[in-house]
């Protein structure tokens, strides 16, 4: 078997790349196609529902359901303030009077006389979508959003946190063995992206915090390291609404293991750059991978457009990286893909390859699941 599927990160100096920007409810798109644009830039908007409160008016007055109508002060569709006045009675000739008010600043819904609730809606919620990369939008979704196209070059970590973001990129590492820590960073790196080497640590982040680093990218961190950021565990679900102020891709694994080579000589040679990175991350079913993008004023990639998500083919000559245990974080080259299945410890039965480790230069057969495409 020559050939055969396996999961792969991307590390390209030049690709076409789509990114869709789409709304999540229908609103109004703001550009055509054709149209160049920023990756700050607004190319769709709409509004989300504000929060409905429930004010039991009949209750709140002492009438029936069928009088609520009657006393309303305010009808469906009028501005209404917090604590405002919506309703009112009196009883016993003006002697006793009662008042329903509203609970927040919005305006009124739905006024019943069955139930005798009055809905009272919060001011909708603005949503802005940003083209997240300077391009080319070459495909509009009337009411929906749109494609951009952008051509430059493409990481794709393994771990991240937090949204999209953007800013120039400042390799402030020396080599990708280096550790990131707090004393590495200041006043002068806030609005910028800050490439390290083989792991950032908490004490980093803080700092990076604290002078407005919009992102980090990394060779590693550690399980401890995000728990004591955050708060609390990651788990597995997806990462991306993290509000922390800064986004964070990692390039390897956890611990300290070291950006590989071609990843920080790639970030090094766009030094000064603006580049567009995303944390988001997901590992179940819909992989979503951490990225950066950094597009390329002038450039081209020949062929077409490549997805945000790769799969790639495993064959001889292919670097991938190990991720399982032992050599986990490795890099290696395929270089053989045995066609029958072999029997592991466990008795197993699996493909298998054999890899040469790039660093010891020794050789390993591996089960094929034990390790990811290095997509260049």
């Known amino acids: 078997m020559a050939h055969a599927y396996t999961p792969g990160l991307r590390v390209t100096e030049l690709a076409a790349l789509r990114k ?19 990756a700050e830039q607004v190319v769709a908007r709409t509004e989300l529902p504000g929060n409905v409160h429930s004010v039991n008016v009949a209750n709140l007055l002492s009438i029936l359901p069928d009088e609520v109508p009657s006393k309303m002060e305010r009808t469906e569709g009028d501005p209404v303030e917090a604590d405002e006045v919506i309703g009112r009675s009196s009883t016993l000739f003006g002697l006793f009077r009662s008042v329903a008010k509203s609970p927040v600043k919005g305006f009124i819904g739905k006024v019943s006389n069955v139930t005798g609730q009055v809905l009272v809606q919060e001011p909708p919620i603005p949503v802005e979508v940003e083209a997240y990369v300077d391009g080319v939008v070459v495909e509009v979704r009337p009411e929906e959003g749109v494609v951009v196209e952008t051509h430059g070059s493409f ?36 609005g910028k992206i800050l490439v390290g080497g083989a792991m950032v640590t908490s ?20 399980d401890a390291t995000i728990k004591e950021f955050l708060g609390y565990d990651i788990g597995v679900a997806i990462t991306r609404t993290e509000e922390k102020g800064i ?3 990692i390039t390897e694994g956890f611990g300290q ?14 030094a000064g750059l603006q580049a567009s990175i995303n944390g988001a991350t997901q590992i179940r079913a819909g992989v979503i991978r951490p990225e950066v993008v950094v597009p390329l004023e002038g450039q081209r990639a020949e ?24 050599h986990f974080g490795e890099l290696g080259t395929v270089l053989e893909l045995p066609a029958p299945l072999q029997k592991l410890p466990t008795e197993a039965m699996v493909r298998v390859l054999a890899v040469e480790l790039e660093e010891s230069r020794e050789k390993h057969t591996l089960p094929r699941a034990n390790v990811e495409i290095i997509e260049s």
């Not at 409810?25 to 550009?31: A, D, F, P, Q, T």
């Not at 991240?160 to 002068?188: F, H, K, Q």
């Open 20 to 38: 869709e920007r789409i709304l999540p409810l229908k609103g109004e798109v703001l550009v055509k196609e054709g149209d160049q644009v920023t």
């Open 155 to 190: 990481v794709q970590g393994i771990f991240g946190i937090g949204g999209e973001t953007y800013g120039p990129i400042d390799v402030i590492a020396s080599s990708p063995n280096e550790v990131l820590d707090a004393s590495s960073i200041d006043s002068r790196h806030e």
């Open 203 to 222: 004490a980093a982040l803080e700092k990076a915090v604290s002078c407005g680093v919009h992102g980090i990218v990394a060779g590693g961190i550690d």
């Open 247 to 249: 986004t964070v891709v």
């Open 257 to 270: 293991i070291h950006m590989a080579d071609a990843t920080f000589d790639l970030l090094r040679s766009r």
């Open 303 to 326: 062929g077409g457009p490549a997805a945000s998500v790769v799969a790639g083919g495993l064959a001889p000559g292919t670097r991938v990286r190990i991720i399982r245990e032992p």
